[in-house]
Each structure stands twice: as structure tokens, then as C-alpha cells.
């Protein structure tokens, strides 16, 4: 079974910020990682995903991810914070190296401050 | 190009009927995927399919099935509605089973 946890349902930073939202995985396989953003009254839009491979991984508007494995952790960062970010950020995970059957966090609301 | 769509947008029942929710994949995608998100929580994923033919199935009841079409467009119903059936309801398509998901804007369905 395959599980994500994100810590902090909420979090608040201000313009120009660092943003760091955490999530950790538990998964019995080498797993895929993906970063999903949901502006308000929307679909899900890929940020970034690990596969294989290198293991920081550069996305969308400025956000990046590590996997380190012996953390079970593949937060997510962004040196400085705009305004635009402000969304629900879903950390998900899929074993057995396929892309169905996404499992997701219950999301970080990120909430950016002038 | 076009992106997943879904209709209705918004859709509103009462307990017990059965509603159908509609899905059409990014052009030449094969593959579709349905998520439930309840408010405040993460989507759940509830089934896939791939060629017309079930790949997966998560842990929801009988009540929900769903098919796909020639034309790899797919449909979810949800028979015997119950208030915890609202949700905002995700179709995703991909090129092939194992590829990337894109997401669409979702059908917010509220059972009174």
C-alpha cells in the first residue's frame, strides 16, 4: 500500500519568501512523486514529477523537489514567494512505476501575504 | 489544443437518483482516469480505463461504474445517491496507461 502525508494543511508565508511544503511518502517500491497545484474552482496542474534518475527536480514557475530516499521526503521549495502561488498544493505518489492509480495528500493551502 | 473536458460543470441532486457525469480526453489520449475530491481532502481515485476496458478500480461501492467509449470519451454514474457522494468529481486523460495525467476542471456535484 502506498500512503502520502503532507505536514501543515495551511501554510502562510510572505511576497518574496521561502516557500517549503512538506510531504512524505510510504510506498514498498521504488515510487513515482508528483507535485499537483489547484487554483481555486479548478482542475489539478502538474508542477513537476520524479521518476528516475536525478533526484532534484525542476518544474513550473520556479518550483523545484528533492526525493531523498532515506527520508521518504519529496518536498517542495521556491526561493521567493509571488502572489500568484497562492493555491492548494497536492504532493501524490504512484508505485509499481506507472502512472495510474495516483494517491494523493490532503494538500497545503498556501496562503501568500503583500 | 484542447484540454480535458468535462460536463456539466456544476450539477445538483437529491439522495437516491442517479446522475452521469461526462468526460472527454485531450485528443488522441487512450487513456481515462476518475478522481473524487471532497472537500478539504486529496482526489480519490475511483477507476481507469484504458481501450474501453477497466485497468483499475479504488475502493469505492457498486453504486459507481463507468465505461469508455470508440472514441476513448468516458462516462461515470453514480446510482442511489447519498449526501456524502458531493464532491467535485476528476476526469484526467493520458496518452497510454502508464503516462502522465492531465487534469480536468472537474463536475462539482452536490446531493441535498
Known amino acids: 500500500a502506498q500512503s502520502v ?24 517500491v521504488p515510487p513515482y512523486l508528483f507535485w499537483y497545484v489547484q487554483y481555486p474552482n479548478q482542475g489539478l496542474q502538474l508542477l513537476l514529477k520524479y521518476t528516475t534518475g536525478a533526484t532534484l527536480v525542476k518544474g513550473i514557475n520556479g518550483f523545484e ?33 506507472s502512472n ?7 494538500g497545503t493551502l498556501l496562503t501568500v501575504n503583500p | 489544443d484542447a484540454g480535458v473536458t468535462q460536463s456539466p460543470t456544476h450539477l445538483i441532486k437529491t439522495r437516491g437518483q442517479h446522475v452521469t457525469l461526462r468526460c472527454s480526453p485531450i485528443s488522441g489520449h487512450k487513456s481515462v482516469s476518475w478522481y473524487q475530491q471532497v472537500l478539504g481532502q486529496g482526489p480519490q481515485f475511483i477507476f481507469q ?15 459507481f461504474s463507468a465505461r469508455q467509449f470508440p472514441n476513448y470519451s468516458s462516462e461515470l454514474n453514480v446510482n442511489a445517491l447519498l449526501l456524502g457522494d458531493s464532491a467535485l468529481y476528476l476526469c484526467a486523460s493520458s496518452l497510454e496507461v502508464d503516462n502522465e495525467q492531465f487534469f480536468g476542471p472537474g463536475t462539482r456535484l452536490t446531493v441535498l
Open chain 1, 5 to 28: 502525508t503532507q505536514l501543515g494543511s495551511h501554510v502562510s508565508v510572505s511576497e518574496g519568501a521561502l516557500v517549503l511544503l512538506r510531504c512524505n511518502y510510504s510506498s514498498s
Open chain 1, 65 to 97: 523537489a528533492e526525493f531523498k530516499k532515506s527520508e521518504t521526503s519529496f518536498h517542495l521549495t521556491k526561493p521567493s514567494a509571488h502572489m500568484s502561488d497562492a493555491a492548494e498544493y497536492f504532493c501524490a505518489v504512484n508505485s509499481g512505476g
Open chain 1, 100 to 106: 495510474y492509480k495516483l494517491t494523493f495528500g490532503k
Open chain 2, 49 to 63: 480505463y484504458y481501450e474501453k476496458e477497466e485497468r483499475g478500480r479504488g475502493n469505492f461501492p457498486d453504486r
